[in-house]
C-alpha cells in the first residue's frame, strides 16, 4: 500500500467519525430538548396541555402500469401522519413537539412509515418577541396557509 492510499483511507475514516459525531450530536440534542419539555412539565403544571394529530390517506387501485408485478393493484395508503403536543407551562413558556410519519410513496420498497421529528423546542416570551430553543420549523410556511386559508 503506497502512501496516497494510506492517506485516503485515513480520510474516509475521520469522514466516518465526524459524521458519526454529527449523527447522535443531532439525536442527543433532541432528547436533550424533549427531556427538559417533559421534566419542566410536572414542576410547572400550568396546564395540561393539548394533543392534536391529523393524517392523509389515499385509498389507490392501480388500473395499468408498466410493470406487470404492480399493475391490479390496490390498497389503502398512509401518506403523512402528524401528532402534535403543545403546551403552555406558564403565560410566556411554551413548548411543542410535532412528529410526522411519511411513506415512501412508491410501490418497490418496503419501507414502512418513516419518523421525523419536526418540531421539538421550548419557547419564552421575552418582550414582545418570541426566543425559541430546539427544532423549530421554517416561520415561511405558517404564515402562506393562513393566508390561503389552510
Known sequence: MNKNQEL???????EEKNFIRR???????IVLVIALAIG???????SAGEFKGYMFSDYYYVVN??????EGH?????????FTYNNG??????????????SPGDFTSSDKLSPVVKDAYLSAKVG????????????????????WGY
Do not use: A
Open 23 to 29: 449523527y447522535f450530536m443531532k439525536k442527543w440534542s
Open 89 to 102: 407551562l406558564t403565560e410566556k413558556i411554551k413548548t411543542r413537539l410535532r412528529i410526522e410519519f411519511n
Open 65 to 70: 402500469h408498466h410493470d406487470e408485478n404492480i
Open 74 to 82: 390496490h390498497g389503502h395508503w398512509f401518506r403523512r401522519i402528524y
Open 8 to 14: 485516503n483511507i485515513k480520510v474516509k475514516t475521520e
Open 40 to 46: 419542566l412539565l410536572p414542576r410547572l403544571g400550568h
Open 128 to 147: 414582545g418577541q418570541d426566543l425559541m430553543f430546539g427544532i423549530i420549523s421554517t416561520p415561511t410556511w405558517g404564515n402562506v396557509e393562513k393566508i
